[in-house]
């Protein structure tokens, strides 16, 4: 894989060749499912279809931090960073992925 080259795929495949221990820094907005946080109203008008009000607000918003979060861990670095944007559920799968416990939030 070259250097400083901006790859326009798929995140887990583009991943998969990089090699253990040699990303220094991943800053990410991962396209996650969002919720109304009981709210019934359409965020001013925004999520009018029924795919947006089931939180498909992107195209490809079905990954989960389970499937990405091991792969960063594998490519970081010792002294690494790592910033995730993502909601409290995002994170709490993501702390529990590395204490192998898996959950099911209910949407």
Same mark, same amino acid.
């Given at each position: /894989? *070259?250097? &400083? %080259?901006?790859? +326009?795929?798929?995140? /887990?495949?583009?991943? $998969?060749?990089?090699?253990? *221990?040699?990303? &220094? #820094?991943i800053c990410t907005d991962p396209p996650y499912k969002v919720t109304q946080i009981?709210?019934?109203?359409? /965020? ?5 279809? *029924?795919?947006? $009000?089931?939180? /498909?607000? =992107? &195209?490809? +918003? &079905? ?5 990405? !979060?091991?792969? =960063?861990? $594998?490519? #970081? ?6 910033? %995730?944007?993502?909601? !409290? +559920? %995002?994170?709490?799968?993501?702390? !529990?992925? =590395? $204490? ?8």
């Amino acid at each position: /894989m *070259e250097k &400083d %080259i901006i790859y +326009n795929a798929d995140c /887990m495949q583009i991943m $998969r060749g990089i090699p253990n *221990e040699s990303i &220094d #820094l991943i800053c990410t907005d991962p396209p996650y499912k969002v919720t109304q946080i009981g709210s019934s109203g359409t /965020m001013s008008g925004y999520w009018t279809t *029924e795919q947006t $009000r089931k939180g /498909m607000i =992107f &195209d490809h +918003n &079905d990954i989960e931090i389970e499937q990405y !979060l091991p792969e =960063f861990y $594998r490519i #970081l670095t010792t002294d690494s960073h790592c910033y %995730i944007i993502c909601t !409290l +559920n %995002i994170i709490v799968a993501g702390y !529990l992925t =590395f $204490r192998g416990i898996k959950i099911l939030i209910s949407k």
